[in-house]
């Protein structure tokens, strides 16, 4: 197993767990930033795989404006999840 | 000599154009909708006329397919958009009454709402309809929400959360076909169709089918419809049922047909049609909100259509396209009187409603919607549902022809109800007289649906070519 | 003629008339009139003018005009155009939409009769049924769903017969049909869905629970109703027993006397209606019912007639749809002009009123001499050749069944009789005045055929007699004046001799005693005013009768309907539940949609 | 329960996916995909559609990022409507986060820091967002990164001054006049070669900023469009502040 296999499984399992975080967390801000954190690991593996267009996309998407977007969404309603 | 690409183009470009002329007029920009959405049929019934004598591709880009997109316009697929872009012309007229604000947004959503279905017909690539598909449900989306209302965000929630998990299964279909065979197009993946993995063909298959089925509202992918319909607007939920829905069913009958030509699987279809059916109806006479059971209405149609295209005969095919017709022109009439009787009584219930469509610009044209929808002739609805139930004896479908007719009979009671509430006698004094934005759309569809229900030829000889859409072609 | 112009007569002008005389608003009566009027003048020129033509409308439409197709029509004309004229005077509300409805049923109509392939069969099937939907829609707007649901009901089974042949024939003629390519052992169920499709509109038992209901509409259009368009359901049946199957297939199920057995059921079925709907005619109060229960009954004969199949039976049942046609239609109208000038429906509270409406009195005295089957008016004749059709094949059930009801149908015409027309004047009816031209006209044109072919029965047995030689039934023994059959027949000059010689005893019986013309208080109280509803005879009439038969009318077809219907509505409700509006579970929904679609998949494409 | 149900029904359809995907050739030769046909012409090529794109596509589109040859040019009217799906999402947020009365929301200043920090960043970030876009189609990126960049540092300044107030009107002109633009210019190509969104431009030499035809005009366009279309969203999401 190479590198590259290692730290593409190392950050796929990242991925799944901060996708299950977003999931579960009954704070919706943390929530959030666990979705952004998703998204630039989901860049970075974009990246990985030579996908530079798309890394860059998702990084400035997903990373900021869609967090940003959900944050401010959160900030308008409540924080805790019922 | 019209290209096809002009049909998505000039929408846009109106689309594009109305934040700038509703800097100035606001008016104006509902005049632009009506205007483009008139260019658009018009152009529209030429380009059926020239779909008719040979299918009509309209390359993009000027390259070849599968390289480039390529729009594939058949006779069906014509008369389809024809359809959608005269309900949407009528639709638009009745958009003159709405008056929430803002005002700009919604007619550009709508329009472009218009150019997505329109597009999902028209197109001849893959991922084109699945970008079609998007940009359809995100109009719907906005649309579904416009009022603003408790009722409207939630039937949008829900319209979002069913459809977008719809469209990822239909990308996941596409990634899959893609993987494969490395193409796009459709008729190229119809003709390798056979070199595919098996369990990969089966699952894009089935992503593909769910992912359109959510559009055309097939059982028990349909549940976003009542709230959606109900919430929205009422020229929305009126387009929502002639435009998206068509557009998804007609992607569905792509995706049977043109794709893969899977003769085995079509009884399964006739099941869901079915299924789609029942419930529709069963759930639409337990309704006592009038848009709620429009659209309980418009799943059984659609279950209907499904049924038809699952049958998978020339005649049943034909039926089932002549229903979409039949129900996009009816079904869009009846949304836009339930507008007017929920705005007259206002309430949405059927009971408050009693005889407030005695006045005769509204209840013509409204008993003329209503026995289309049940299947009365001579109107429109007649052809389409005989043709079907035929085509299901021809493959002898006889057990879900008789449940089919049963549900029918359900149907045919809850709108008997609604039909004998609102031609009451006794509260004349509170019958209003409807305004042109809203009867000039209703007696444009009822004289449709009275025209080709009476003549059906020139309709039948554009579905004549539906051989050749069943064997795969456009 | 061409195939546009006999289908432009006869179907595309009534519509035309419909689209018109909506527009006519105060004098659209008038416009209809004369629009069936024109239909009905070609009617008699064509007579003869027979053959067969195609319309093309994008779907093809074989038309037959022949002599059964003209027998009907003239039946379906003639009440049309009296409904109409009826209704000229009758001050409806909305004229206008009454007389579209009523053209466009009427074109439905001749488009039924004209079919000759099952589609257009449907499509005109379909077109007559809603129209009459909406016109029961117009007063009783309770029961018209009640109406257009088994109307429905009706279509669909026409659906699962026509779509049974479909299936072996690929073709919709009628011709094809039997070419054999339909196996013999699903013609009973071919049959079986459309007899009862048709009978639904006959309003055979136990599909009549909307007929009562429907019947009591406005009078006009109920006497088209009933006079002419429950015969598309006899039309119908007679086309698909005699006509798309044929005799001898029916004849190969085996037969029973001579009566094959496919039909046999459907003539018990007759008798049990002609047996229910007499006897509920019997109790009925309100006037419109007893003649809707009646009518339920006279249709009863013609099944009887149809399912026995013998030619005498057809011809009878043939001549018993024509005389319904009139007597009924003339019932209704009458009934209709009593209603327009009182205002009331129970008879229990009319009586006398043949002083005041001389004219309306004789036209529904022999309309109820042709319902009771009194010889001298051409119902005796239909009726008695039923009986000997039933009584010549020794139907020991369908016979005796007939013949109560015969008597039965004495009763309730008596009712009608003297509880409206005879006993005494009630006070706030002293004004009332004879019913106005156009509905003495209206009457009177369906009164003359009654009597016309009383006397010369032989006509109209000519034109009957064609319809089963062309069918390859069989014929009819008859003569202009008479008809013979083997253990019978009857002779009109003979009854018209011994009438008219009874007539003339019975002036002389009349004139010898002279009578003596008692007040209506002038009577065994004594002075002291009764209150007058207790002294009208058709206060309570019957009621013994009704006691003794208490147990039996607690059994209700109409409330088994109810308890059915109620029980399916509370499981829709139980259905509903699965849109429980929470997207988690439509969510779910989608998932398991998904693999269930997997499943399929494999397990069909794999 | 349901969740269970959830849990289970999610396990289910990730493995079906799963056991699909796992036959997705990765990192194959490209001379063993199936070979496309045209069925226009009715005609088999002799390679596969990736393939034609590698050889090609330079010659095809003058553009030497591979896969802007492909959005933009290859595959534009996909683009076009990813475009119009953009501005569909920012109209409907906007006619969704529509208020008649306006209620105005109090906020706080944020500190020196960021206000700092962001003035000095804004400008950097406008010019590489506009650096991306306007070299789509020599070096990775492209109008939707490149839009996505110029709205991030609008968000930039959104966070640092809370009375910061994109103008809605001037948003929405540019975005319709980039949308203009990229129908105006699929449209001329309709008119001059007879096919919508044909690239009707010299294409120039490869690797020099003015070349692959109407490519970088159309990537100038869409990336304004998407700046401002996300910045709009995000105009519209953070409300009206006072």
Do not use: C
């Not at chain 1, 990084?59 to 977007?69: D, H, K, N, P, T």
């Not at chain 3, 042949?165 to 013609?187: E, K, M, V």
């Not at chain 4, 194959?28 to 199936?34: D, F, G, L, R």
């Not at chain 4, 947020?93 to 009365?101: A, D, I, P």
């Amino acid at each position: 197993m190479d590198l590259f296999t290692i730290v593409s499984i190392i950050l796929i399992i990242i991925t799944v767990i901060t996708a299950i975080i977003a999931a579960e967390m009954k704070d919706l801000l943390s929530a959030a930033i666990a979705l952004g954190i998703m998204s630039l690991i989901v860049s970075i593996l974009f990246y990985m795989l030579q996908a530079p267009d798309v890394a860059i996309t998702e990084a400035a998407i997903g990373a900021a404006l869609s967090m940003a977007v959900v944050i401010f969404a959160i900030r308008s309603t409540e924080r805790w999840e019922k | 000599m019209i290209r096809p690409v002009l049909l998505i183009a000039l929408p846009l470009f109106f689309a594009f154009l109305s934040p700038i002329i509703g800097i100035w007029s606001k008016k104006g920009v509902r005049y632009l909708i009506i205007f483009a959405t008139a260019l658009n049929a018009t152009l529209a019934g030429i380009l059926l006329l020239e779909a008719l004598q040979k299918p009509v591709f309209d390359i993009i880009g000027g390259f070849q397919p599968p390289l480039g997109i390529v729009l594939m316009v058949g006779p069906l697929g014509a008369i389809i958009a024809f359809i959608i872009n005269l309900v949407a012309f009528a639709i638009s007229i009745y958009n003159l009454k709405v008056e929430k604000e803002p005002i700009v947004r919604y007619s550009m959503l709508y329009l472009l709402l218009v150019m997505g279905s329109t597009g999902m017909v028209l197109t001849g690539d893959l991922f084109n309809l699945f970008v079609f598909l998007e940009v359809t449900s995100i109009a719907s989306y906005g649309l579904a929400a416009y009022n603003k209302d408790k009722k409207g965000y939630l039937g949008a929630m829900k319209y979002v959360i069913i459809g977008s998990i719809g469209s990822t299964f239909v990308l996941l279909g596409i990634a899959l076909i893609y993987s494969q065979l490395r193409t796009l197009n459709m008729l190229d993946i119809a003709a390798r169709i056979g070199t595919m993995d098996p369990y990969v063909k089966i699952m894009a298959f089935t992503s593909l089918f769910l992912g359109f089925g959510v559009e055309a509202e097939m059982f028990p992918l349909n549940t976003w419809v009542p709230d959606a319909y109900d919430g929205a607007p009422h020229p929305i939920s009126a387009a929502f049922a002639s435009l998206p829905a068509k557009a998804g069913v007609f992607a569905l009958a792509r995706v049977i047909f043109t794709m893969f030509s899977f003769t085995n699987f079509l009884w399964f279809v006739v099941v869901m049609g079915l299924l789609t059916v029942f419930f529709g109806e069963i759930v639409a006479y337990t309704q006592k909100d009038l848009k709620r059971m429009l659209a309980y209405s418009s799943i059984g149609q659609m279950g209907m259509i499904i049924m038809g295209l699952g049958i998978g005969t020339t005649l049943a095919v034909e039926g089932a396209f002549y229903q979409m017709i039949a129900h996009a022109l009816g079904k869009a009439l009846l949304f836009i009187a339930a507008g007017f009787l929920i705005y007259a009584a206002r309430s949405g219930k059927i009971e408050d409603m009693k005889g407030m469509a005695r006045n005769p610009l509204i209840g013509i044209p409204l008993l003329i919607g209503a026995l289309s929808i049940m299947g009365m002739p001579p109107f429109a609805g007649f052809y389409g549902k005989f043709f079907i139930l035929m085509g299901g004896f021809s493959q002898g479908y006889y057990a879900i022809i008789a449940l089919f007719l049963a549900a029918s009979i359900v149907e045919v009671a809850y709108y008997a109800r609604f039909i004998k509430i609102v031609f009451e006698r006794g509260n004349e004094s509170k019958v209003i007289r409807p305004d042109a934005a809203t009867y000039v759309p209703l007696i444009i569809l009822a004289i449709i649906i009275v025209v080709i229900g009476v003549y059906p030829k020139p309709i039948l000889t554009v579905l004549q070519h539906v051989g050749t859409f069943i064997a795969g072609g456009a | 003629m061409d195939a546009l112009t006999l289908f432009g007569i006869f179907v595309l002008l009534p519509l035309v008339g419909a689209l018109v005389s909506y527009f006519g608003k105060k004098y659209a009566p008038i416009i209809a009139v004369i629009f069936t009027g024109i239909s009905g003048i070609f009617l008699y020129l064509w007579y003869g003018n027979f053959g067969s033509y195609t319309i093309d409308i994008g779907v093809k439409l074989n038309l037959t005009f022949d002599i059964t197709t003209w027998f009907f029509m003239l039946m379906m004309n003639t009440v049309i155009f009296s409904s109409l004229l009826f209704s000229v005077s009758s001050k409806l509300k909305r004229a206008g939409g009454f007389a579209t409805l009523m053209l466009l049923g009427f074109a439905g109509a001749n488009g039924v009769l004209l079919a000759r392939d099952f589609l257009s069969l449907y499509l005109f099937w379909e077109l007559m049924s809603w129209s009459i939907y909406l016109l029961v829609l117009r007063t009783s707007g309770e029961y018209a769903r009640r109406y257009l649901l088994f109307g429905v009901l009706s279509a669909y089974l026409l659906i699962m017969g026509i779509g049974i042949i479909y299936y072996y024939t690929g073709s919709f003629l009628y011709a094809d049909a039997l070419s054999g390519a339909i196996p013999h052992a699903i013609w009973p169920w071919i049959l079986t869905f459309l007899i009862l499709g048709f009978g639904i509109k006959m309003a055979i038992v136990p599909f009549h629970v909307w007929a009562p209901y429907a019947y009591s509409s406005e009078q006009p259009f109920v006497a088209f109703l009933s006079g002419g368009l429950s015969k598309l359901g006899a039309f119908g049946i007679f086309m698909s027993m005699y006509s798309i199957a044929g005799i001898s297939l029916l004849q190969s199920f085996g037969t029973f006397r001579g009566v094959s057995l496919m039909g046999y059921p459907f003539a018990l079925l007759g008798a049990a209606t002609a047996f229910i709907g007499t006897i509920l005619a019997i109790f009925q109060d309100d006037i419109r019912k007893l003649l809707a229960y009646s009518s339920i009954g006279q249709l009863g004969y013609v099944m009887i007639g149809l399912g026995l199949g013998t030619p005498l039976a057809i011809g009878g049942a043939m001549f018993h749809a024509f005389n319904h046609a009139f007597f009924k239609s003339l019932l209704f109208l009458g009934a209709g002009a009593v209603i327009y000038r009182t205002g009331k429906y129970k008879i229990s509270e009319m009586g006398g009123l043949g002083y005041r409406m001389p004219f309306t009195f004789m036209f529904v005295l022999f309309a109820i001499f042709a319902l009771a089957g009194i010889p001298l008016t051409s119902g005796f004749i239909s009726k008695w050749m039923l009986y000997e059709a039933a009584i010549s094949r020794k139907f020991v059930i369908v016979a005796p069944l007939m013949l109560i009801a015969s008597v039965g149908a004495y009763l309730y015409s008596y009712r009608i009789l003297y509880g409206v027309f005879l006993g005494q004047l009630k006070d706030e009816d002293k004004n009332v005045k004879e019913a106005p031209g156009p509905m003495l006209a209206a009457m009177f044109i369906l009164m003359v055929p009654l009597v016309i072919f009383s006397i010369v029965p032989g006509w109209i047995l000519g034109w009957i007699n064609k319809i089963l030689v062309e069918n390859g039934i069989g014929k009819l023994n008859y003569t202009t004046f008479s008809y013979s059959s083997a253990i019978g027949g009857a002779n009109m000059a003979v009854f018209w001799i011994a009438f008219i010689l009874l007539l003339i005893f019975a002036m002389l019986m009349f004139m010898a005693k002279k009578a003596r013309v008692v007040d209506q208080y002038d009577n065994y109280l004594a002075g002291e005013a009764p209150p007058s509803v207790a002294l009208h005879a058709a206060h309570n009439y019957y009621k013994p009768l009704r006691d003794t038969w208490a147990p039996l009318l607690k059994h209700s077809i109409d409330r088994a309907y109810e308890k059915f219907s109620k029980f399916f509505a509370g499981g829709f409700y139980e259905i509903k539940r699965i849109y429980t509006g929470n997207p988690q579970d439509y969510a779910a929904y989608l998932g398991i949609a998904f693999l269930a679609f997997l499943l399929v998949g494999w397990w069909l494409l794999w | 329960m349901k969740k269970a149900l959830a849990i289970v029904l999610a396990i289910l359809i990730f493995i079906v996916f799963a056991l699909a995907f796992v036959k997705i050739p990765f990192g194959e030769k490209m001379s063993t995909y199936p070979h496309y046909y045209n069925p226009i012409t009715n005609q088999t090529s002799n390679m596969s559609l990736p393939q034609h794109y590698l050889t090609y596509g330079k010659n095809d589109t003058g553009a030497t990022n591979m896969v802007t040859a492909i959005v933009v040019d290859y595959r534009g009217f996909d683009t076009l409507g990813e475009v119009t799906v953009l501005f569909l999402a920012s109209t409907g947020v906007g006619s969704l986060m529509y208020v008649e009365n306006k209620v105005k929301k109090k906020v706080r200043r944020s500190n020196a820091v960021v206000e700092t920090g962001s003035k000095l960043l804004f400008g950097f970030i406008i010019l590489f967002g506009a650096y991306i876009f306007i070299h789509g189609h020599l070096t990775p990126g492209g109008g939707f990164p490149g839009g996505a960049v110029i709205a991030s540092a609008f968000l930039l300044l959104y966070l640092a001054y809370p009375k910061f107030h994109a103008k809605h009107e001037k948003l929405s002109v540019s975005e319709s006049i980039a949308g203009l633009t990229f129908v105006i210019v699929g449209l001329i190509g309709l008119i001059i070669a007879g096919y919508f969104l044909y690239n009707f431009l010299p294409f120039g030499l490869p690797t020099y900023l003015f070349s692959a035809g109407v490519i970088p005009l159309i990537y100038v366009a869409i990336g304004v469009k998407v700046g401002s279309e996300l910045t709009a969203i995000v105009d519209s999401m953070m409300g009206v502040r006072e």
